[in-house]
């Protein structure tokens, strides 16, 4: 399903806006990332793995990264597939591939590497794609909970900003409004392999995302959303690897 997701938004984006800096760099991060998972997932686990999530990492970098330079679609499709590999607990990967190689790309290359964001305007249309397919998607795999946890903590961290900063409402609203935004909701801090086994547990995620996020848009921190979602959710999963781990341990001395 969440290949139908980034499919839709990347057909309605190139439709309504042209959004994409050529189709020979999405092509780029599809091949890169497709072929990564192909050649490491055989040499890690002595299998040829299932390349459906490569092929959806590769279409969100395609659509997330904005560049003259062709290196930033190569490097971060590597980073992507990499991170599934060599940070890794018992129970699979840390980071959301995409989240990740976009959060080192913009950190380490701003001069370079943009993301995708003002491009799509805030077309409603756009908007409305996004929401009826992410809803659907979010819906089937039980995560719609965590998607509104976000939603509702930021609109209430946007008028604590306001209140704060002096900032219009509006204004610190007005990001989450746009169709990239809506990726990151219905997309990457929904992904069910990076979030955790409990519905508490990922609520109280999101909204550590969400409090992450607000405290790096005070100190006007660019692409705060993609930073904060890089630091909490690694940390929520070893947090919780952690405690499972301990508790196993008590059970067994007991």
């Given amino acids: 399903m969440p290949l139908i997701?980034?499919?839709a938004i990347l057909l309605a984006a190139e439709l309504a806006f042209g959004i994409l800096e050529s189709l020979s760099r999405l092509v780029l991060?599809?091949?890169v990332c497709m072929a990564a998972?192909?050649?490491i997932g055989r040499?890690?686990?002595?299998?040829?793995?299932n390349l459906i999530s490569a092929y959806i990492t590769g279409q969100s970098l395609g659509i997330l990264i904005r560049s003259l330079a062709w290196w930033p679609y190569i490097v971060g499709s590597l980073i992507a597939i990499l991170s599934k590999y060599v940070v890794r607990t018992s129970r699979g990967h840390l980071w959301n591939p995409s989240n990740l190689a976009i959060s080192i790309l913009l950190f380490t290359?701003?001069?370079?590497?943009n993301a995708l964001s003002w491009q799509w305007t805030n077309s409603w249309t756009a908007v409305a794609v996004i929401w009826v397919v992410g809803l659907a998607i979010v819906w089937r795999?039980?995560?719609?909970?965590?998607?509104a946890a976000y939603i509702l903590a930021f609109l209430i961290l946007a008028a604590m900003r306001t209140w704060m900063s002096g900032v219009p409402l509006l204004?610190?609203?007005?990001?989450i409004t746009g169709p990239m935004y809506q990726l990151f909701i219905f997309f990457m801090i929904t992904d069910p392999p990076t979030t955790l086994s409990s519905r508490r547990?990922?609520?109280v995620t999101a909204v550590a995302v969400a409090l992450l996020e607000a405290v790096l848009r005070l100190l006007e921190v660019v692409h705060a959303p993609f930073y904060a979602l890089t630091i909490v959710g690694p940390s929520a999963l070893l947090i919780e690897s952690w405690l499972m781990g301990r508790s196993e341990i008590q059970k067994e001395r007991a």
Avoid at 43 to 49: D, E, F, M, Q, S
Avoid at 109 to 113: D, I, K, L, R, S
């Fill in 37 to 39: 998972e192909a050649f």
């Fill in 201 to 203: 547990g990922r609520i």
């Fill in 29 to 31: 991060c599809l091949t």
């Fill in 5 to 7: 997701l980034i499919a």
């Fill in 171 to 175: 204004a610190e609203v007005a990001p």
């Fill in 141 to 147: 795999v039980k995560r719609f909970h965590v998607c």
């Fill in 43 to 49: 040499w890690a686990l002595g299998k040829w793995p």
């Fill in 109 to 113: 290359a701003p001069n370079t590497v």
